[in-house]
């Protein structure tokens, strides 16, 4: 198990990790400008944005992206979010990202989210930054209670929030327009204690 990466100020409760942060075979880590050319060679994919809000990204597109999450390495207010890119660990390749939302101080609630190149699907990469994603929300920023939402078409995603521990809570049917179709939507969630207990 990888050491707490992060640097707590209790007056706040503001969480600013320590990087690079280590898991078994990936290293997650701020983004920089140098990332601007893998970023899009995976957000240019259309298989990449079948499931989001987002359709496939051009250069500029991915360049304001980009210069958004490279303002996002800690999070010091509610309402925030926390952007990781990820490397593997044995090439420096970026195959991916992870993210973490501080949705509320008082309830204490977060949301965690991943999105990978299809040529790295299938290996646990999102289930690794998953685990490292949960550990920095419960540990690094005491959040009580952590969801992760996805198309409902999605099942691998589905899975991989499973083998995190989390449940599957909500189904809403039809309940979005997305790149003009009604999409469902599901809904798991962990909590602190049930997520400790896991390990």
């Known amino acids: 198990m990888w050491p707490a990466p992060f640097e707590l100020i209790y007056a706040g409760r503001v969480l600013k990790p320590s990087y690079p942060i280590r898991t078994d075979r990936l290293i997650l880590r701020p983004f920089t400008p140098a990332d601007l050319d893998p970023l899009h060679a995976i957000q240019s994919l259309p298989e990449v944005s079948r499931y989001l809000y987002w359709g496939p990204r051009d250069a500029e597109q991915v360049r304001e992206v980009l210069e958004t999450r490279i303002g996002q390495s800690a999070l010091l207010e509610e309402g925030q979010a926390l952007s990781l890119a990820v490397e593997l660990a044995s090439t420096g390749e970026l195959i991916g990202d992870g993210v973490l939302f501080w949705h509320s101080r008082l309830h204490r609630s ?5 999105v990978f190149h299809p040529a790295h699907h299938g290996r646990g ?6 685990r490292a994603l949960l550990k920095l929300g419960f540990d690094g920023l005491n959040l009580r209670r952590i969801t992760g ?3 409902g078409r999605n099942e691998a995603s589905a899975r991989v929030l499973e083998r995190l521990g989390m449940r599957r809570e909500a189904h809403l049917v ?16 962990i909590l602190q204690r049930e997520w400790r207990a896991r390990r």
């Open 174 to 189: 039809e309940n979005e327009m997305v790149k003009g179709e009604w999409t469902d939507e599901l809904v798991y969630a």
């Open 149 to 151: 939402r996805l198309d």
């Open 110 to 114: 977060g949301e965690i989210g991943y």
């Open 125 to 130: 990469y999102a289930t690794e930054v998953g």
